[in-house]
């Protein structure tokens, strides 16, 4: 008996999958489709998938050609199950030539032609796009342009700068359709505006964009007062739009698994949290606000919300300029400490003590898709790894995405108050001397 495999997402099924699959069917007598797993998708920096994987393979299993379904898990895979299956045969789309010759040890591997004008890609964009706009005092994208073409249904259309030539350039250099120095007119026709520009200026165009009922992204801080930060939340809600902050941190997906495992007990009771950065790595010398809020994003996503006091100390230069700031958060049962080095060398590291062990994120770990944790009576360090591409900000684009077609009205991955609560903070820490 000659078995064939082949594998695909096959999402919102198309006749080019049916088609695939039917000619991977004739050229065996039994025929396996793996049908690839929403984790391994996310893994590999595939985020445009609509369908479940429930439903992907139910419209698998409709064609009637499938002798059997399996899941695509993990990269590497497919050798697993070439041997599990004993499989004679790999069948590809020609999208793919090449790319599995790798395989021909193990079995033989045929591309097939791909069916012309039909992709799962094409049929999502002929759906709702949602157009994105820029407030930007530079030139240079940070990602916002780069990062939005892996997420489906995302365009950046334009670009807002009070600066003409400023405006110009950042539209020529990304190739966007228009540029703009009126705001109000900047702001029509858009869906989302994405503020990029100098911190003091921030508020107030999301305030004015908020006011135009767009959702918006801005860089944080949003402001350096709480109290200004909790009117532009209001207006939000009443609004009914999101007012999201870029802390990517808190969309990775390993952070998201760190602070699960910590919470459900690996460590034991948290004792510390210590986050250092040197400002000179996080993400090419960021200022200081918005360096020491991710790590304020990260305290408060492992400790909570009950912070009961803040400390800072620092040391100058001659000049009176910051070099290296040391700032304590008091917890009930714990201790937070943050450390930046101004314009010293600290080594980037994020380590979580626990009364039963301790886990640490080396080297930048605000890009974090690594962390390990020595548990105490156990004698190996056990590794927690997951990819993730780009520098995140794609993963915080596909869950607006989530909360707009869903129509909610708070983000979902960092909450109001929790912002408020880090503003509070960072508040504390510009009084220092
Ligand atoms: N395929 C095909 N002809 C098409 C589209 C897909 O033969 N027009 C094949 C692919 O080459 C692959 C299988 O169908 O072997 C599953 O492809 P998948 O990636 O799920 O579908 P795409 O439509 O290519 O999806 P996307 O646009 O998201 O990449």
């Given at each position: 008996?000659?078995?064939v ?26 025929l ?26 139910e ?8 002798d ?7 990269q ?40 012309k ?6 049929i ?7 157009n ?31 600066e ?5 350039a ?24 994405y ?30 007062s ?18 999201v902050?870029r ?17 459900s ?30 790590a ?41 400490s ?22 640490t994120i ?19 360090l ?6 993730f ?10 869950e ?6 869903d ?20 508040k ?6």
């Amino acid at each position: 008996m000659k078995k064939v495999i082949t594998y695909g997402t096959f999402d919102l099924f198309h006749r080019g999958h049916y088609n695939i699959i039917k000619r991977a069917k004739a050229l065996g007598d039994y025929l396996i489709v793996g049908v690839t797993s929403e984790s391994y998708d996310i893994e590999r920096g595939k985020l445009n998938v609509r369908d479940s994987l429930i439903k992907r393979i139910e419209n698998v299993r409709k064609t009637g050609l499938a002798d059997e379904i399996i899941i695509e898990e993990y990269q590497g895979q497919k050798i697993n199950d070439i041997i599990k299956y004993n499989i004679d045969l790999l069948v590809v789309g020609s999208d793919w030539r090449g790319k599995f010759d790798y395989l021909k040890n193990y079995c033989d591997v045929m591309y097939l032609e791909r069916t012309k004008n039909i992709s799962s890609t094409k049929i999502r964009s002929e759906g709702t796009i949602f157009n994105i706009g820029v407030v930007t005092d530079d030139i240079n994208d940070n990602g916002i342009v780069s990062e939005t073409k892996f997420v489906s249904g995302l365009h950046v259309e334009r670009v807002y700068s009070d600066e003409p030539d400023v405006a110009e350039a950042f539209r020529d250099k990304y190739e966007l359709d228009s540029c703009w120095t009126d705001y109000d007119e900047f702001l029509s026709d858009l869906d989302i505006v994405y503020i990029k520009c100098s911190q003091k200026l921030r508020a107030d165009y999301i305030e004015r964009a908020i006011e135009q009922n767009k959702y918006v992204i801005s860089d944080t801080p949003m402001t350096l007062s709480p109290e200004r930060l909790q009117e532009l939340f209001d207006k939000a809600k009443e609004h009914q739009v999101v007012l999201v902050e870029r802390l990517t941190l808190v969309y990775l997906r390993a952070f998201n698994q760190l602070v699960w495992h910590v919470h459900s007990n690996l460590v034991g009771d948290i004792i510390s949290v210590k986050c250092a950065i040197c400002q000179d790595d996080f993400e090419g010398g960021k200022s200081f606000n918005e360096t020491v809020s991710h790590a304020i994003g990260a305290i408060i996503k492992l400790l909570g919300r009950e912070c009961l006091d803040v400390s800072t100390n620092a040391v100058t230069d001659a000049q009176g300029n910051f070099v290296y700031d040391v700032i304590t958060m008091k917890y009930k049962n714990a201790l937070a400490s943050i450390e930046i080095g101004s314009t010293v060398d600290v080594e980037d590291e994020l380590v979580i003590i626990g009364s039963g062990g301790r886990v640490t994120i080396p080297n930048d770990w605000w890009n974090t898709g690594y962390f390990e944790a020595k548990i105490e009576g156990n004698e190996f360090l056990k590794r927690y790894s997951f990819n993730f591409e780009g520098n995140g900000l794609r993963y915080l684009l596909q869950e607006l995405l989530i909360m707009i077609r869903d129509k909610r009205t708070e983000c979902t991955r960092l909450f109001y108050d929790e912002s408020l609560l880090l503003s509070e903070i960072l508040k504390r820490i510009n009084q220092r001397g």
